[in-house]
């Protein structure tokens, strides 16, 4: 008996598995959604062109505000005439004439009596007028606007026929030159900058170059700048030039003020702050910084483009806050050991020589081999002299000692050290640099030195 329960419970299992699948496939509708969502969209063959033109044969368009007038001729270069500008957008330009052969009819008028008066078109202001390349010429009349979806009332001059236009092809249309510039101001890059220049008012107070032939040190300092003004090839400090170079990115106009402007005070231009760069491929971009103006962007112009532009500027305070003491790297004698031939320092009528033999011959002090550890030892407190402060005092006095580096490529830098009061001694460099540093540090250079 049980076996037989089990055998009818078995075939009512199937049966009703049997009768789910009939019921699936009765009721089972594809999903014809995601099979149609790759097929291809026809287009709308309804579509009228108020112009039955090719972009690529227009030859040029004259557009007419009702303000102002202005042709863009097409061609290698898109040029605009009819209107003063100096940065005009190429790419702006161009579309013009994509706008004008895009031109869709919205609706005929099919009760057009012929009277364009009621239409806004008889002797209206805003029209768009286009010269093909093969000769034929097309004026597009801009009427009234309909209050109807925010359409346009427009007409072919010459085609005795009235139809709409919508409101986005003719703001597409119709537009102040204005309207078609450039809001980049100049494309700046910290990765590609070779040298810079900041000036105060006309007043140049500090230029910084790459230093081309810095030898690295170790993996973490891959590069060296060296300040050039007001000193000559000073080295510049990495952690001051960081926060300067993470600043200097592309810059793009919040809005274009002035034109060809009048009065350069009214922005504080007429003595700004100045930013010049000099890229890797010879290129120098000027960047000059006026007053703050509004939502904290500050009144620009760039290069001799005669156009004040409003636009953040993340170096702005930092140009013109500089004080170049700060740019100094404080390390004043740091040069890398493998560029040194030789070090010659003269202390209480006494030379002594560092010499660093190349070929692995070695090192030596006053002509006696000592070991690496005692002569890298030594070069680290010469190097290790460090800026206390800095004056403009004369380096002048008693002298305490002199460092002359001979370098490798036959070159040579001079440091004097005088003393100035009892706790510092101040040096005279070659490059025009003085400034204050510990007596303390000379004397543990001299005393290992002996």
């Known amino acids: 008996m049980k076996r037989n329960i089990k055998i009818i419970i078995a075939s009512s299992l199937v049966l009703i598995l049997l009768l789910g699948g009939y019921f699936f496939i009765q009721k089972w509708d594809p999903d014809i959604k995601k099979e149609q969502d790759n097929v291809p969209v026809v287009p709308d063959t309804n579509i009228e062109y108020a112009m039955d033109i090719n972009s690529g044969d227009i030859a040029s368009v004259k557009i007419s505000t009702g303000e102002t007038s202005y042709t863009v001729k097409n061609g290698e270069t898109v040029t605009i005439e009819g209107y003063s500008s100096h940065i005009m957008d190429s790419y702006k330009l161009s579309s013009v004439f994509y706008n004008v052969s895009s031109v869709t009819i919205s609706r ?113 300092v891959l590069a060296s700048y060296l300040i050039t003004y007001p000193y000559d090839n000073v080295i510049a400090s990495l952690d001051k030039l960081k926060p300067l170079f993470e600043s200097i990115t592309p810059l793009i106009a919040d809005s274009i003020v002035e ?142 000692c002199t460092f002359t580096f001979h370098f490798n490529d036959g070159t040579k830098k001079d440091f004097a050290y005088y003393i100035y009061n009892d706790r510092y001694s101040i040096v005279k460099a070659d490059n025009g640099m003085t400034c204050l540093v510990l007596t303390k540090s000379l004397d543990n250079i001299l005393t290992k030195l002996k």
Do not use: W
């Open 108 to 220: 005929r008028m099919k009760d057009y009596t012929g009277n364009l008066s009621d239409y806004g078109l008889e002797n209206t202001k805003k029209s768009v007028a286009v010269l093909m390349n093969d000769g034929t010429e097309y004026n597009l009349l801009i009427g009234n606007n309909t209050n109807f979806d925010g359409e346009y009332y427009a007409m072919l001059e010459g085609v005795d026929s009235v139809f709409t236009l919508s409101s986005y092809d003719v703001e597409n249309l119709i537009k102040d030159p204005s309207e078609m510039r450039s809001t980049d101001i100049c494309t700046l890059s910290a990765d590609s900058t070779m040298s810079f220049t900041i000036k105060k008012k006309g007043q140049k107070e500090l230029s910084v170059k790459y230093d081309e032939n810095f030898v690295p040190t170790n993996e973490y």
């Open 259 to 400: 034109e060809n402007p009048k009065n350069l005070s009214l922005y504080g231009l007429d003595k700004p702050y100045e930013l010049e760069i000099t890229d890797n491929k010879g290129t120098k971009t000027t960047v000059k910084m006026g007053n703050y103006g509004e939502n904290g962007n500050v009144y620009l112009m760039c290069n001799d483009t005669p156009v004040v532009y409003l636009a953040q500027c993340p170096f702005y305070e930092i140009v013109k806050d500089v004080k170049v003491e700060e740019y100094v790297e404080k390390f004043i004698q740091l040069f890398n050991i493998k560029t040194v031939g030789k070090i010659v320092i003269t202390a209480d009528g006494e030379e002594h020589t560092l010499l660093n033999v190349k070929d692995g011959g070695g090192y030596k002090v006053d002509g006696e081999t000592v070991t690496e550890a005692d002569f890298k030892e030594l070069y680290q407190l010469i190097i290790g002299v460090t800026a206390a402060d800095f004056t403009n005092d004369a380096a002048t006095g008693t002298e305490k």
